[in-house]
């Protein structure tokens, strides 16, 4: 059976034919309407009468989702599908059973039925990009709670002394805009250089650059750490473009292991856990968005 799948994000949709497996049969990619439902309900429609025989169709989207009813409580940036009934909508439209999930959620079913968290109960995944997207996973599923906005870690307040300064929230101090912050500042300017350029400079041993990842990397330990000691994780997966800077990775491990060496040898309950590399980045939410498109069925 073929499935056709979404990944509906601020600037663009990503599609794909899928089956059963998991196999892409197809993909690619439009803009995303930016001026009403309609227009994207129209832009679905278009895109799934290129293919024949579509048994569902699974979304992954910005926004509070609730994925049992389909309904959408907000649409993220987007704006315009706030308090829907997303799914029911689009099916009557299309003719086939409509899932819809939220797209870190999506992101963290990728990991559930495909990646690193296949064989994993209770985790933790955290995506760390333009901002920072976040979802725990209980009894090997996803764990919504009950406005389902669990896992939504961006907002975490990471300074008492500045409590009441959006800036200090953990979405501002540890997505790419945080990262790009600490080395402008480790190198006296303003020059916004990208991801790549950052480990660029480390990976040739720039001194003030790798002690600004350095900086990064301990404050996203700490909030590991944080999530940890709440959850108790088997693993946390870490997705997002720059999870695959392996630099990054051991530098967040080893500032782990440092600050658990320390809370332990004073005999505080902190727990180690298994720091890990999401297996999928780009195509994670299609992934996710056909594996709980499946788990419903």
Not at 168 to 179: A, D, E
Not at 285 to 296: C, D, E, I, T, V
Request: charged share 20%.
């Amino acid at each position: 059976m073929h499935y056709f799948v979404l990944d509906i994000g601020g600037s663009s949709i990503k599609y794909a034919l899928m089956d059963e497996q998991a196999q892409f049969l197809d993909q690619g990619k439009v803009p995303t309407p930016v001026t009403s439902l309609e227009d994207l309900y129209q832009t679905i429609e278009d895109l799934m009468k290129g293919y024949d025989d579509v048994a569902g169709v699974g979304i992954s989207m910005p926004g509070i989702i609730d994925p049992e009813k389909g309904y959408a409580y907000t649409s993220g940036a987007l704006g315009y599908y706030n308090d829907t009934y997303f799914a029911r909508d689009l099916s009557a439209r299309l003719g086939v059973p409509v899932t819809i999930g939220n797209d870190a959620k999506c992101a963290a079913n990728a990991e559930i039925g495909f990646g690193v968290l296949k064989d994993v109960d209770d985790a933790a995944v955290i995506i760390l990009g333009t901002g920072i997207g976040g979802c725990l996973v209980k009894d090997h599923k996803v764990h919504t709670g009950k406005h389902f906005s669990a896992g939504e870690v961006s907002g975490m307040i990471t300074s008492y002394e500045h409590a009441d300064d959006a800036n200090y929230s953990w979405c501002m101090r540890n997505g790419i805009i945080g990262l790009l912050s600490r080395v402008q500042e480790h190198l006296h300017t303003d020059t916004k250089y990208t991801g790549e350029e950052i480990f660029a400079m480390a990976h040739e041993g720039n001194q003030d650059v790798l002690a600004a990842i350095n900086e990064f990397s301990r404050e996203v330990a700490i909030q590991l750490m944080n999530i940890n000691t709440l959850f108790d994780c088997e693993k946390i997966a870490i997705g997002g473009g720059i999870s695959a800077q392996s630099l990054l990775m051991e530098d967040i491990n080893k500032n782990y292991q440092d600050l658990y060496a320390y809370h332990h040898s004073v005999g505080m309950p902190v727990r180690m856990t298994e720091i890990v590399p999401c297996a999928y980045r780009n195509d994670a939410n299609l992934l996710g968005a056909l594996y709980q498109h499946l788990s419903k069925q």
